[in-house]
Nanobody, 126 residues
Framework: QVQLVESGGDLVQPGAPLRLSCVVS????????IGWFRQAPGKEREGVSC????????YYADSVKGRFTLSRDTAKNTAYLQLDSLKAADTAEYYC???????????????????WGQGTQVTVSS
């Protein structure tokens, strides 16, 4: 059984850092791309960042480039999303997802991902 469990969401002030974790069980990060997505109330789910299983290359949405950093620990089968310089516009439910792709680079398209976590809430407010 495949499970993705996010944690680390919190209420923080603008400019504060936060680190989200995504613990994956049932599949290996060696073979699955991991994506992070977010959804704000009344808005569509959008891709934030992803990391490719084959080479560890990462990709970021323009809105978070330079502020968010995605990494993984394959030994722990866990992906981490470091959120820095947070803005109110970053407030959303954040989800991680897994996509089987041994060679294919990761994508920020939601429909490419087979497995999803339950989400963790990030609220940025003063």
């Amino acid at each position: 059984q495949v499970q993705l469990v996010e944690s680390g969401g919190d209420l923080v002030q603008p400019g504060a850092p936060l680190r989200l974790s995504c613990v994956v069980s049932g599949v290996s990060l060696d073979y699955y791309n991991i994506g992070w997505f977010r959804q704000a109330p009344g808005k569509e789910r959008e891709g934030v960042s992803c990391i490719s299983s084959s080479d560890g290359n990462t990709y970021y949405a323009d809105s978070v480039k330079g502020r968010f950093t995605l990494s993984r620990d394959t030994a722990k089968n866990t992906a981490y999303l470091q959120l820095d310089s947070l803005k109110a516009a970053d407030t959303a439910e954040y989800y991680c997802a897994a996509d089987w792709a041994v060679i294919r680079a990761c994508t920020l398209l939601t429909d490419k991902y087979e497995f999803w976590g339950q989400g963790t809430q990030v609220t940025v407010s003063s």
